[in-house]
């Protein structure tokens, strides 16, 4: 069975371009999560999908980011414009529920540098 | 709100030492706990959990107790082996949900 993808693995660009990263979850797995990783500081949440929709946007750090889940398989994550500070490791996660007892699953991540 | 406040590192022990990696936690309610590791090239991987207090989650050697007194979930493992080289984070989750909130990392190297 596939685990949680993501791409591209790593990414540069320059500030003020437009990245969108994209995440396959487990096949059947209706809580999509994304999280983020600064540079040496803690992984923090982003945002929580069930099936297409946010059940929670909480950790979304400004408008520039845009998350979407058509269909509510995959899930893309949009950063327009990109400034340097939203350089790190963006991480992706599914679970098949959404309580503490169904185990999360990561993706390896997507590095992203703004230069 | 929530915070995970886990020891800095790098850590660097020789095979077969003990180790230790520190956690403490300020939570609203009665969280769950976790730890998860990250291996070189690999997504994050849960490796052990304990959802109420005084459980002890263990896997791959690996053991942490929850401790409410203390708040604390300290990583611990008897004999470290190379293969043990990663980068490991302490999170919890409260109300029962999957949200989680993760300390900082503690990268532990450890050499022949």
């Known amino acids: 069975e596939a685990g949680v993808t993501q791409f591209p693995s790593h990414s540069v660009i320059e500030k003020g371009q437009t990245v969108t990263l994209r995440c396959d979850p487990i096949?059947?797995?209706?809580?999509l999560y994304w999280y983020r990783r600064v540079m040496g500081k803690e992984i923090k949440f982003l945002l929580h999908f069930v099936k297409e929709s946010k059940q929670d946007e909480s950790g979304m750090p400004n408008n520039r980011f845009l998350a979407e889940r058509t269909g509510g398989t995959y899930s893309t994550l949009k950063v327009q414009p990109a400034e340097l500070e939203d350089s790190g490791v963006y991480f992706c996660?599914?679970?098949?529920?959404?309580?503490?007892?169904?185990?999360?699953?990561f993706g390896e991540g997507s590095w992203l540098t703004v230069v | 709100g929530n915070s995970v406040t886990q020891m800095e590192g790098p850590v660097t022990l020789s095979e077969e030492a003990f180790l230790t990696i520190n956690c403490t936690y300020t939570?609203?309610?009665?969280?769950?706990l976790f730890w998860y590791v990250q291996y070189p090239g690999e997504g994050l991987q849960l490796l052990l959990k304990a959802t109420k207090a005084d459980d002890k989650g263990s896997n791959k050697g690996f053991e942490a107790t929850y401790r409410k007194e203390t708040t604390s979930f300290h990583l611990e493992k008897g004999s470290v082996q190379v293969s043990d080289s990663a980068v490991y984070f302490c999170?919890?989750?409260?109300?029962?949900?999957?949200?989680?909130?993760f300390g900082t990392g503690t990268q532990l190297k450890v050499e022949l």
């Open positions: 999170a919890l989750a409260t109300g029962g949900g999957n949200k989680l909130t």
């Open positions: 996660a599914s679970s098949l529920g959404g309580h503490t007892g169904n185990t999360i699953y």
């Open positions: 939570a609203t309610g009665y969280p769950s």
């Open positions: 096949s059947g797995h209706d809580n």
